[in-house]
């Protein structure tokens, strides 16, 4: 791939302190990261829904009752289904998914994908890193269902979100075999700043949540639903997703209330149709947003 910037080779070395060796790293991981976001292209197959459900409640488990997030989920999915979809629900409490590090932070190529913390394959390795990722890239649709807790979204859908800055943007280590060199990647970081084109798309930082459509599903007693979509749609947003007209529902009961009499509430007919409503406005979402190329979402592809 031709140089899109002003500057020279020696150029860049001089601003950057590096050799002419870790120069061409760094243009072999701009290379690799272009022609995958060439490879991210719509096909004409099925839509691909991913229910993501946050919820810690299992009727097998301690709670003895299930979800009713993930109950409201199972709706949504099921009616995505009788629009044409493929669906697969995701019960994050199954899964072992360690806390994100934290690496991006320190600059943004301390941050990697595939996830150089718990590399995939690895004894060190989770199942974020070896599963849910995978998932999560080959969605078209990801609905995030999850319960208020302590007016805040649930720790489960906060533990996979936190995990998901690794598809936002991360690219290849400059240096595999010690990936978290942080003087290099401060280096590799700068090197983007003055090289991303943002007329080609994975220059830069790759976003690869960018054109998935999302939805959002949240039950709770309290005004702490108000704060958990607000929460994730500023989230979802920044990661580059698209949302329809009425792409969140939420289903609360009375404080007033015992909770145990919350279920018949706020699993009833009024918030299953809601979710079978939800369902609609992600497939047309989705199916439009297969008539758009993800290079005409335009971001900063130098920042992230």
Not at 268 to 287: S, T, V
């Amino acid at each position: 791939m031709p140089d899109s910037h002003k500057f020279s080779d020696e150029e860049l070395m001089s601003e950057l302190g590096i050799d002419r060796k870790t120069l061409k790293r760094f243009k072999e991981i701009r290379a690799a990261t272009v022609k995958e976001a060439r490879m991210r292209g719509r096909t004409g197959r099925k839509i691909r829904v991913l229910g993501v459900s946050g919820s810690a409640r299992d009727e097998m488990g301690k709670a003895q009752q299930k979800s009713n997030s993930e109950e409201l989920l199972e709706s949504c999915l099921a009616a995505c289904r009788k629009l044409g979809a493929e669906t697969e629900l995701l019960a994050l409490r199954k899964y072992d998914i360690k806390p994100c590090q934290a690496c991006y932070s320190t600059t943004n190529t301390q941050c990697h994908f595939p996830c150089s913390c718990f590399p995939k394959g690895t004894p060190q390795g989770d199942d974020m890193s070896n599963l849910i990722y995978g998932k999560v890239l080959a969605a078209d649709v990801i609905i995030i269902a999850t319960p208020v807790n302590n007016f805040k979204m649930s720790t489960m859908t906060a533990a996979f979100l936190d995990r998901c800055i690794s598809l936002d943007g991360s690219l290849a280590p400059a240096n595999p075999l010690a990936p978290k060199d942080k003087e290099l990647n401060i280096k590799h970081t700068r090197f983007i700043e003055l090289t991303a084109d943002n007329a080609i798309l994975g220059s830069g930082f790759l976003r690869r949540f960018s054109g998935k459509t999302a939805g959002i599903i949240v039950t709770g007693h309290e005004e702490g639903a108000s704060l958990v979509i607000s929460s994730l749609f500023m989230t979802l947003s920044h990661f580059g997703m698209s949302f329809p007209p009425f792409s969140n529902m939420y289903a609360m009961s009375s404080v007033c209330l015992p909770t145990y009499a919350d279920k018949p509430r706020v699993t009833g007919k009024c918030y299953a149709l809601e979710a079978e409503i939800l369902a609609e406005n992600l497939m047309i979402a989705a199916k439009l947003a297969k008539n758009v190329k993800t290079t005409d979402w335009k971001n900063n592809y130098s920042s992230n």
